[in-house]
């Protein structure tokens, strides 16, 4: 109950932060985009991560004024980057089935100026085994648009196929836990050939989560993963202040 009074505070009193963690092609390593990651800047415990907190944002009808708040900044954020690079958003499956949900994803964009075309939402694989009829007008409303979405942790859920099956799925992120064994552990190895195989054979960009070294870049490149993302191209960090970037270029 105190966290979610700090939680309210926080909403109204600029406590929140998005970090950013880039998305790379793997063949040159050209920057593609970054994903949003939301933090919390607390005035006595420091900065937290969001399992401190998304649980219970979620558990107390604030998600819909968290979620709106990582829509805004986020497409604000983006719409000064240079053109090619787009912005990856999480959203919580209670947001997307909210009423007003697509509407609100319109109105980010519209006040940013963002094109709708560089805005990609990660939804997970539950989200979509429990998709009511509000999600997936929701996920139609935004995807007509010119949004896409990505479907995250590829390959943990129960549903995976059933996620690509049932929604209009642009993008797969194979799950930093198989990255983690691909080079080491031949089964994983396996597994991760086949997704590799599943999204491409659907149509699908992949792309390989939690990359911490140069073998597991090489061993995905080799087997045809086109794009990357974790500490070994660039941590989650905030966004440069623009007199930090200004001193950077002098
Ligand atoms: O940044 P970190 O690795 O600590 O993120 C932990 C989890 O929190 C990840 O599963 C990520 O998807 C989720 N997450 C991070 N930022 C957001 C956000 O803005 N909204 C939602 N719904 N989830 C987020
Ligand atoms: O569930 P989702 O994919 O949205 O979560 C992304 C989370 O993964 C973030 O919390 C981020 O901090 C974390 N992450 C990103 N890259 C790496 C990595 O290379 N290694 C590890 N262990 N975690 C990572
Ligand atoms: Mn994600
Ligand atoms: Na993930």
Known sequence: LQLETDLRRALDGNELRLFYQPIVSLADET????????????????????GAFLDAAENNRLTSRLGAWVLRQACTDAAGWPAGLRVHVNVSARHLAEEGFSDLVAAALDESGLPPE??????????????????????????????????????????????????PIHTVKIDRSF??????RPSTAALVQGLLNLGQGMGLQVIAEGIEDLDQADWLRRHGCAMAQGYAFGRPAPLPSRAEALMAEV
């Open 31 to 50: 920057l593609l985009g970054y994903e949003a990651l939301i933090r919390w800047q607390h005035p006595t415990r420091g900065l937290l991560p969001p």
């Open 179 to 184: 990255v983690a064994d691909v080079v080491t």
């Open 118 to 167: 560089r805005l990609e939402l990660e939804i997970t694989e539950s989200t979509a085994l429990f998709a009511a009829e509000a999600t997936l007008q929701a996920v139609s409303e935004v995807t007509e648009r010119g949004v896409t979405l990505a479907l995250d942790d590829f390959g943990t859920g129960y549903s995976a196929i059933t996620a690509l099956h049932r929604l």
